[in-house]
T-cell receptor
């Protein structure tokens, strides 16, 4: 099956600093990538959808200047949490899809647990 | 935006028995995909089954099957011969064929399997 690698799995950063999370599709070309945030025992909240080479489309209420998403290649998307604060602490998950006509499901990374202290 | 509703926060089933998890969704689109994902304690999302909206036949994957009622916008998951390893959070998801083809999830159902 398709593999999506997300790194790091855990990160602790100081308040006010920025942290970058990488999401890589290892064996397929991801034309679309999704970034989600998951609070404890809650569902996945879609933050943004990015298509390779285009600007990400953010969901209402998600600050695009705070959560910078880059999808510069067909195998890599990054989420940068800028000027992180304790309320940004959460579990972030990426998923990738290779295109509607071929595979419709999205494959998920392992997730990143971000703790801002 | 489309919404996905899972009205059962928790469900419990006896090992080897059958359980059905409910999901409804709201959309104005005619073509889309529906999925059930499983999230075990590791938090890795695992695809369980998928259904194309244009197909009337219900999808099946071994012990997992769905009851897809397009007119009612209902998409339930039936797990037969439940196993201890089936214990997890189950999320229903809707993927649009329009716009950004985004994928949205329901609130999830926590399934407990009793030995």
């Amino acid at each position: 099956g398709a593999v999506v690698s997300q790194h790091p799995s855990r990160v602790i950063c100081k308040s006010g600093t920025s942290v970058k999370i990488e999401c890589r599709s290892l064996d397929f070309q991801a034309t679309t990538m999704f970034w989600y945030r998951q609070f404890p025992k809650k569902s996945l909240m879609l933050m943004a959808t990015s298509n390779e080479g285009s600007k990400a489309t953010y969901e209402q209420g998600v600050e695009k200047d705070k959560f910078l998403i880059n999808h510069a290649s067909l195998t890599l998307s990054t989420l940068t949490v800028t000027s992180a604060h304790p309320e940004d602490s959460s579990f972030y998950i990426c998923s990738a899809s290779s295109g509607w006509s071929r595979r419709t499901e999205a494959f998920f990374g392992q997730g990143t647990r971000l703790t801002v202290v | 935006a489309q919404t996905v509703t899972q009205s059962q926060p928790e469900m419990s089933v006896q090992e080897a028995e059958t359980v059905t998890l409910s999901c409804t969704y709201d959309t104005s689109e005619s073509d889309y995909y529906l999925f059930w994902y499983k999230q075990p304690p590791s938090r890795q999302m695992i695809l369980v089954i998928r259904q194309e909206a244009y197909k009337q036949q219900n999808a099946t994957e071994n012990r997992f099957s769905v009851n897809f009622q397009k007119a009612a916008k209902s998409f339930s998951l039936k797990i037969s011969d439940s196993q201890l390893g089936d214990a997890a959070m189950y999320f229903c998801a809707y993927r649009s064929r329009e716009g950004n083809n985004d994928m949205r999830f329901g609130a999830g159902t926590r399934l407990t399997v009793k030995p």
